[in-house]
């Protein structure tokens, strides 16, 4: 989501800066509100660099897990936020990194966390067109919003006025057609794509969401995703001030087994 990744990477006191992301119309939910978790493509892969430059032959690694703080809600009116990432432990098979997302003035509206393992099979094309696809939107997308940008589907009817009655299941919930765009340089589906479309499920698994941020994602990457995503949520508790959702993501495709792609959890907090 207009993502630049950094060969020129100056050190700080937060780490190394290894890429930049303009904000925009992108970064809006679909309730037309900015959302933190547009920030998943660019801390997935900033964090994957991070690790991969800090240890010798890791050229490739694939997300296990990641885990998303939203401090605030980005800006949409095209403020460049800076991804300043570490390696906190690494060796040939992988490892951990963090990082924080943040504006010129300092200001930090994202931090994140991820586990990464060695993977292999990459080629330079596929390196090629993944960093070219990094960059959108373009063209007549410039002005979509995120879950345009996704390929969003129609969620769950919700029930109607006053306080909502949760369901304390799972239960279907928005689904993604498939998007080429959105596919890594191995072929599958985008890590940070995926965690977008399990916060955008989570967020309209409310009824009563335009009263909640995100307060924070986590996800579990279990297998490689492809094709048309289907999810099914479950509203695990809904108190006044505190609100936590369970998402796992799975194929829509025919003959699909149901097994999931990926389980999050996300915690939304009371908006001031």
């Not at 941020?213 to 289907?230: K, N, V």
Request: proline share 5%; hydrophobic share 40%.
């Amino acid at each position: 989501m207009r993502v630049r990744l950094l060969t020129d990477c100056p050190d700080g006191l937060l780490g190394i800066r290894k890429g930049v992301m303009d904000t925009g119309h992108w970064v809006l939910d679909m309730d037309g509100r900015p959302t933190g978790a547009a920030a998943a493509v660019i801390l997935d892969n900033t964090l994957s660099a991070a690790l991969r430059t800090s240890v010798d032959g890791l050229n490739w690694v694939v997300t296990t897990e990641l885990h998303l703080n939203f401090m605030r809600p980005l800006p949409a009116d095209g403020t460049v936020l800076e991804a300043w990432t570490r390696a906190l432990v690494g060796d040939e098979a992988g490892g951990m990194a963090t990082g924080t997302l943040q504006g010129p003035d300092g200001t930090e509206y994202v931090q994140g966390t991820g586990w990464f393992q060695r993977a292999e099979g990459n080629t330079s094309e596929g390196l090629d067109r993944f960093e070219a696809l990094a960059k959108q939107p373009l063209g007549e997308e410039e002005g979509a919003s995120l879950g345009a940008l996704l390929a969003a589907g129609p969620a769950t009817p919700v029930l109607p006025g006053g306080r909502p009655d949760f369901a304390q299941s799972f239960v279907p919930g928005l689904g993604f057609a498939r998007k080429d765009l959105l596919r890594n340089s191995q072929g599958a589906l985008h890590g940070g794509a995926l965690m977008m479309m399990a916060a955008l499920a989570a967020q309209q698994a409310m009824p009563d969401r335009t009263g909640y941020d995100l307060q924070s994602l986590g996800a579990a990457y279990l297998r490689p995703a492809f094709g048309e995503i289907a999810t099914r949520t479950h509203v695990c508790y809904a108190g006044s001030s505190l609100r936590v959702v369970d998402v796992e993501l799975f194929s829509a495709e025919p003959g699909s087994t149901g097994k999931a792609f990926v389980q999050a959890t996300a915690l939304f907090r009371q908006a001031q």
